[in-house]
């Protein structure tokens, strides 16, 4: 466990000054954020450049049975008025979904979710364009909905996906993991066995900046430039190359600046498609942006599992089995990104972080009418889910055992010579050594004394509560082996060339959203090859300057793509070492790495800096035999694991029994991501994640009336936390390096938003133990609350 504290975050001068590597730097990439130099997909503006705008349907599920769009085209400013019948004349009417599923990007037959995309205007301004869709006349014949999850499945439930052949019902797959009867053998044993049905509500990601795209079409070259909020420029260029019937060369996706992901910008959307269809018929640049109503109500979603959790264990508290049983909501399409084998993501690791003898999981997917999704908002596909689960029902038990919750978690923790551990489910975690993570968390809060604090209140009927969780990820997909996405095998190319001034260029098939990369990648670069991280210019997010990579989400960059930079950068490192040898006229093996430069070994004054090397690799005079001119090297990452992050997390809230509302009074976070690239960002993935964390604990839900209305369709509805909700952070780390990954680093970005939910619920359970309450579902705001304490349930 390391405790020693960090430096100082260095100043931008100071990094300037910074010879190497890891640690805290200030971001590169904020002075021109933080100026207003940023370049979102908004500010691209091009001559002659048309506005979009889409006509979305008013209902969840409805017959289209006549577009009428005379009037609109008719509407000053308007060049062009699009339907889905348009479309299907073009053989364009319907996309694949990154799962495998079609999606409509115009409705032809039905709409099945509220929202849908019905139209679309294309205008001379965005004003001409929305005032256009009031003129468009469709004529709708309105069909009963599926909105309760459980009624899906219904004999007489109305179908939803006529369109695809053969099918009569509304399921949409089934999944399970683990085994079914070894579970129920062990079971059977169990001298406990605790049940509980377990809601993780849909939640949307709602980044700052919503959904949009440039489209730009040269019928003369047959070449389209997009610029989008993508997190995955390449996938998507491949997709559109499929669709479109475009070469991929005749294709260029530029993710520009993007105003946060949080996963809700992984899938492609019909507005994309959309926009390039605008720009092909009107021969034109065509700009969509979305609006926050229309992000909110037909863009990914998060979420939505009904699950049944079940926990067996001995008197004395060794947790010796799970199983649960989910039933999952994915809207009218199956429009999340998981990896194909993986329908349910990683869900499978709902073991948790547990040493035990069985375990089993079955799932149902189903349609519904309502927005497709399903992999969103920092969920590390689905860990979330598992995390909340696991967590939930471990504190279930402890309640029943009458046993302090961090001490069962403790006594049941996998331990450090188990690693690599294979899981019951098949997951190998790849290192972790999780009592000293705990025990920092309980340390920092002062565990002991804050249970004492929460007996004495008890006494004054005053409610306070202290909630635990903690959690083992799954990050970093994938070996391609078992991982891909639409046949895409999940690794990640990365090319670096240092310039003959020593200057050096780093080319990412990743794209952040908010991350940092342009800082953390020159950081891992510095540190492979000495070169300072100010001379190191990160380019991403254009698949024309970029090698072929699957993108960021499932925090899968620095265990992906950073492994890769880490690599490339030893392989130009490599090639440094053979032209040093001729310039200091010793053998390879004579010379030591010294960060920045190669010297002879025991004589440290003959030495060459890795700048002094980039010339001579570009200047005049003979290379040794068989070296080629330049210092630059390329490589495609495929990683042998997944990386395994955890933490542990301990959440204090108080709650006013008058109102029911909860106050976090305190949160800790101890996050254990492996080796450390910039534990400034880290702390900012972290004070982010646990952000979430609170929205969804406490305030966030999409949720729809029986019309399959969206009751979530602005942020004055969809609450979201702000600095008020959330307390002052209290971090600590421990560092348990990845064994397979080049740097040791695991990945960190989602890891607060899969931890923090559990802990917020724990703690306002174990507040509401006077009351008798054993669980209560998210969001857990006042009226929830308030019901819990009278024993009402919640309607869902
Ligand atoms: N990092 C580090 N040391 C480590 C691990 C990570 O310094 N051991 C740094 C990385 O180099 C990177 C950042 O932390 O700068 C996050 O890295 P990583 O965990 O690899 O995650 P990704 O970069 O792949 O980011 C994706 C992840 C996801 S999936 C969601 S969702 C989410 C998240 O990041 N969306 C975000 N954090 C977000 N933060 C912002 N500001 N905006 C979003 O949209
Ligand atoms: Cu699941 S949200 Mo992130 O993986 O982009």
């Known amino acids: 466990m390391t405790t020693v504290e960090e430096p100082k975050t260095t100043t931008f001068d100071d990094n300037d000054q910074k010879p190497v590597g890891f640690g805290r730097m200030l971001r590169k990439e904020d002075p021109r954020l933080l100026r207003g130099r940023g370049r979102f997909t908004d500010d691209v503006q091009l001559p002659g450049m048309l506005h979009l705008a889409i006509l979305r349907s008013p209902f969840a599920h409805a017959r289209v049975v006549s577009v009428d769009t005379s009037a609109a085209e008719a509407s000053p400013g308007v060049k062009a008025v699009v339907t889905g019948e348009t479309l299907k004349g073009l053989g364009l009417a319907w996309m694949p979904t990154l799962s495998n599923d079609v999606q409509a990007v115009l409705a032809t037959d039905k709409v099945r979710f509220q929202g849908q995309e019905v139209a679309f205007v294309v205008a001379e301004d965005r004003y001409a364009a929305r005032d256009a869709l009031e003129l468009i006349d469709v004529e709708y014949e309105v069909l009963d909905p599926v909105i309760d999850v459980r009624q899906a499945l219904a004999p007489d439930a109305p179908l939803i996906r006529d369109d695809l052949e053969g099918k009569t019902n509304n399921h949409c797959f089934d999944w399970e993991t683990g085994d079914a009867d070894e579970t129920e053998a062990v079971f059977a044993r169990a001298d406990v066995v605790v049940k509980q049905d377990i809601v993780y509500p849909r939640v949307h990601p709602a980044p700052m900046e919503t959904c949009g795209a440039v489209a730009d079409f040269d019928a003369v070259e047959g070449r389209l430039r997009l610029w989008s909020t993508t997190q995955a420029p390449h996938a998507h260029r491949t997709l559109y190359a499929i669709v479109a ?3 991929e060369h005749k294709i260029q996706v530029i993710a520009p600046d993007i105003g946060g992901g949080f996963g809700n910008k992984v899938p492609i959307y019909p507005g994309y498609v959309c926009a390039i269809v605008g720009s092909i018929v009107t021969g034109k640049p065509v700009k969509w942006m979305e609006d926050r109503s229309e992000n909110l109500i037909s863009t990914g979603f998060a979420r939505d599992y009904i699950m049944r959790g079940e926990i067996a264990a001995t008197r004395d508290g060794k947790i010796l089995a799970i199983r649960t049983n989910v039933l999952a909501d994915h809207g009218a399409f199956n429009g999340t990104a998981a990896p194909v084998k993986y329908p349910a993501g990683f869900f499978g690791v709902f073991t948790g972080s547990y040493d035990i003898e069985a375990a089993y999981c079955k799932m149902t997917a189903v349609y519904t009418n309502k927005a497709p999704g ?8 689905r860990i979330t889910e598992a995390v909340y689960l696991v967590e939930r029902i471990v504190d279930c038990l402890a309640a029943e055992l009458q046993m302090d919750p961090a001490e069962l978690r403790l006594k049941n923790f996998i331990q450090p010579d188990q690693f690599p551990y294979t899981t019951k489910t098949g997951w190998v975690y790849d290192s972790g050594n999780y009592e000293p993570t705990m025990r920092q968390a309980m340390e920092i809060a002062g565990y002991a004394e804050l249970r004492r604090e929460q007996e004495e209140k008890r006494a004054r009927g005053e409610l306070m509560g202290i909630g635990i969780s903690f959690f083992t990820e799954a990050v970093g ?34 794209k952040t959203q908010g991350q940092g990369h342009e800082t ?32 960021t989400y499932g925090s899968r960059s620095t265990p992906v793509s950073g492994a890769a930079a880490a690599l490339v950068a030893r392989k130009v490192r490599d090639k440094a070492q053979l032209i040093a040898s001729a310039m200091l006229e010793v053998t390879v093996a004579d010379l030591e790495w010294v960060k920045g430069s190669f010297q002879v070994k025991g004589d440290p004054a003959k030495a060459v800096t890795i700048q002094q090397i980039a010339m001579r690799a570009h200047g005049a005079g003979d290379l040794p035999d068989g070296v080629e001119g330049g210092l630059e090297a390329q490589i495609c990452y495929n990683p042998s694991n997944l990386t395994y992050p955890h933490g542990a997390y301990i959440c204090v809230v108080d709650i006013d029994p008058g109102t029911a509302q909860v106050k976090v009074r305190r949160f800790i976070a101890v996050d254990d991501c492996g080796t450390r690239i910039n534990p400034m960002i880290i702390e900012g993935q972290v004070h982010g994640g646990l952000t979430d964390g609170v929205g969804m604990a406490l305030m966030e839900m999409i949720s729809f009336d029986e019309d399959g209305n969206c009751l979530g369709a602005s942020l004055m509805d969809y609450l979201i936390p702000t600095s008020l909700e959330v307390p002052d952070w209290e971090t600590g780390y421990t560092v348990t390096p990845s064994p397979h990954h080049p740097i040791g680093a695991k990945g960190v970005g989602e890891s607060a938003t899969v931890g923090s939910p559990p802990a917020i619920v724990n703690a306002v359970v174990d507040a509401l133990q006077p009351y008798g309450v054993r669980h209560a579902d998210m969001p857990l705001t006042p009226s929830r609350v308030w019901d819990a304490m009278r024993g009402r349930a919640t309607p869902p």
């Open 374 to 381: 399903g992999v969103a908002y920092a969920c590390s596909f």
């Open 245 to 247: 019937g475009l070469p």
């Open 477 to 510: 997909a994938g070996p391609r082996k078992n991982m891909d996405i639409l046949g895409l095998g999940m690794a990640d190319g990365c090319e670096l060339r240092v310039h003959p001034t020593g200057k050096a260029v780093v080319r990412l098939s990743v």
């Open 520 to 551: 953390t990648f020159a950081q891992i670069v510095a540190e492979e090859i000495g070169i300072p991280p100010a001379d190191i210019e990160v380019v991403h997010g254009d698949t024309d300057q970029t090698p072929f990579g699957l993108g």
